[in-house]
């Protein structure tokens, strides 16, 4: 239930059969150290106990090897476990409301428990195990380690090792510890967020990657007004002086209204709510029509045949494509521009282009040379971040991979440019075909669709984005089977060098992945490492107040030793060796 939970929708749906697995896997190794499992384990017929008129004390019968009984308190429809023996160990009560037990002796016979019987019915349960052997020792193995060494593993793994070999179990830590996925990697990798504001690089559309709707109302149009007049024997609807598409006459009134709210994917249940007054006290709602549009009359339409490029379906976003691939003899009507509409005709199929954000590869190994003001080197005058430098400064870990460029002196974007371009761990480019999955921030600037909880309802798995961080790591970690060990020991470590959303930032997914990415790095490195960038780290340094720290005699104020302190006694020699 728990893996369930972190999942995304996306996951969910295509995953579903691994998750059922990884259940079977996580019981059989969490029942391996009882020596008696197997795949076809026998459950007894539950039995029901004979109700008593009052409150009097019942015996419970002991278990053998291999054997689990359990305890199962029933109240109407609802049941709940409230204790349990296995192999002969003795009875113990389980919460959330343990039943009251009196034992004897460690052994599982000799125990009693305290039956209302004016309250509620019991029942036994028995689940009889038998020893593996052959395949099935093998997997029973390797559950343990899989268990003992990650988050469990898929149910395909379980024939890939061998638990019981020495050899086996060392090429399961290799293979883990030589992949690495960083959470910075992931996140960006799956950001293909809409382009609200100007300043912005974006996939254009006569370009690979860029993304296209069948249907006509995207979320962006909320607050825009819409005039729908009859046209030819339809309805044509035009959005703020743009033709958007035509529908069947009788799909709502002639008139102008203003677009209240949009619900995507031309599906059931997908409706554009329609406001009749100017505003949104009196609306109707439609059904968020298909694409229905013809060149001409300033129409902007890229006109593709099957034969001249290629789309593919996202599949887990309704009716909606990336173009994947477009020939040179396609002739490109234009460029995108902020609030303009642009169409495609692919195949004789119409599409609304849906403009969604660039982003670059700057990696540590490998920085961005690019020239254009939202990469390298400009001064970031997109609205809502004027003033910010998306240039990463030369330090101790993007060194050695800093190139030297030519700069034009004649650019006036002077506020950031530098020579040399470095990198920064993880920053890959964005991957369209893996959908919008994570916002760069969850609390967005003006004009980002926010439903009433405070959820970014535009990625294509909407999700609560306070629990954002969470999410990237469960995913990789529960899901990435090649990541499990790396982000296990990653674990281990934050918990001994943690941070808190206490210093502020919370919505900034891209600040909290790159303080959990040290540890995952450095998870088979050396712990001078990890603590030489956490002293480096930015919210470290806003958690344990040494930001701006400075010594006495700069700044007239002994220097604040939180942080020095810290690394002594909680993250590296302790009080007891210290004293």
């Not at 106990?49 to 409150?55: H, I, N, V």
């Not at 390298?376 to 060194?399: D, H, I, Q, R, S």
Request: hydrophobic content about 35%.
């Amino acid at each position: 239930k728990a893996t369930v939970s972190v999942l995304n929708c996306k996951q969910r749906k295509q995953h579903t059969r691994d998750i059922a697995n990884m259940r079977q896997v996580a019981l059989l190794a969490l029942l391996a150290p009882v020596g008696a499992l197997d795949f076809n384990f026998a459950h007894s017929a539950p039995t029901l106990e004979a109700r008593p008129s009052g409150t009097k004390q019942v015996d419970l019968p002991a278990t053998g090897a291999g054997e689990l009984i359990r305890l199962i308190q029933k109240d109407g429809d609802k049941q709940l476990i409230v204790a349990r023996s296995y192999d002969n160990n003795v009875w113990e009560g389980l919460n959330p409301e343990p039943a009251v037990l009196s034992c004897t002796g460690s052994a599982s016979g000799g125990c009693k428990f305290t039956w209302d019987g004016a309250k509620f019915d019991y029942v036994l349960w028995k689940v009889v195990l038998t020893s593996p052997t052959g395949t099935d020792m093998k997997r029973a193995g390797t559950a343990k380690l899989m268990m003992q060494g990650g988050f469990g593993g898929k149910y395909s793994q379980l024939t890939t090792y061998d638990g019981n070999s020495v050899t086996s179990r060392a090429k399961y830590i290799n293979d883990q510890m030589s992949s690495k996925l960083l959470m910075t990697e992931y996140t960006r990798a799956r950001n293909n967020q809409r382009a609200h504001w100007d300043g912005l690089d974006v996939w254009e559309p006569c370009e690979v990657g860029s993304r296209w709707h069948e249907y006509a109302f995207e979320k962006v149009d909320t607050d825009k007004e819409l005039e729908v007049e009859k046209k030819n024997g339809n309805l044509r609807m035009t959005l703020a002086g743009e033709i958007l598409t035509e529908v069947a006459d009788g799909t709502v009134e002639e008139g102008t209204y203003k677009v209240c709210r949009v619900g995507e994917h031309a599906d059931s249940g997908s409706r554009v709510t329609l406001g009749q007054d100017g505003a949104c006290k009196v609306t109707v709602a439609i059904d968020n029509p298909p694409v229905s549009i013809t060149g001409g009359n300033g129409v902007t339409v890229l006109t593709v045949t099957g034969s001249q490029g290629a789309v593919t379906d996202l599949g887990y976003v309704q009716k909606t494509v990336i173009l994947t691939r477009i020939d040179s003899s396609v002739t490109c009507p234009g460029t995108s521009a902020e609030g303009k509409l642009f169409f495609m005709d692919f195949g004789g199929k119409m599409y609304r282009y849906d403009r969604r954000v660039k982003l670059y590869k700057g990696t540590e190994d490998s920085p961005s040379v690019d020239t254009t003001k939202t990469v390298l080197p400009g001064y970031f005058t997109a609205k809502n971040f004027e003033g910010y430098c998306p240039a990463p400064v030369m330090n101790f870990m993007n060194e050695e991979g800093c190139v030297r460029v030519d700069l034009d002196p004649s650019d006036p974007q002077e506020a950031c440019e530098r020579r040399v371009r470095c990198g920064h761990r993880g920053e890959v480019a964005n991957d369209p075909l893996l959908g919008d999955m994570f916002a760069i921030r969850s609390k967005q600037p003006d004009g980002v669709s926010l439903d009433k909880n405070g959820v970014v309802d535009e990625l294509d798995a909407p999700a609560n984005m306070m629990y954002s961080k969470q999410h990237v790591f469960h995913n990789i970690a529960v899901y990435e089977d090649t990541q499990q060990l790396r982000y296990r020991v990653a674990w281990a470590l934050y918990q001994i060098i943690p941070i808190s959303d206490d210093i502020g930032h919370e919505e900034e997914l891209g600040l909290f992945n790159a303080y959990a990415d040290i540890f995952v790095d450095n998870a088979f490195g050396n712990y001078r490492d990890i603590l030489k960038e956490v002293a480096y780290a930015a919210p470290m340094g806003a958690y344990l107040s040494f930001l701006d720290n400075s010594c006495f005699a700069s700044g007239g104020n002994p220097p604040d030793q939180n942080f020095a302190r810290e690394i002594m006694q909680l993250f590296s020699v302790g009080l007891t060796h210290l004293e």
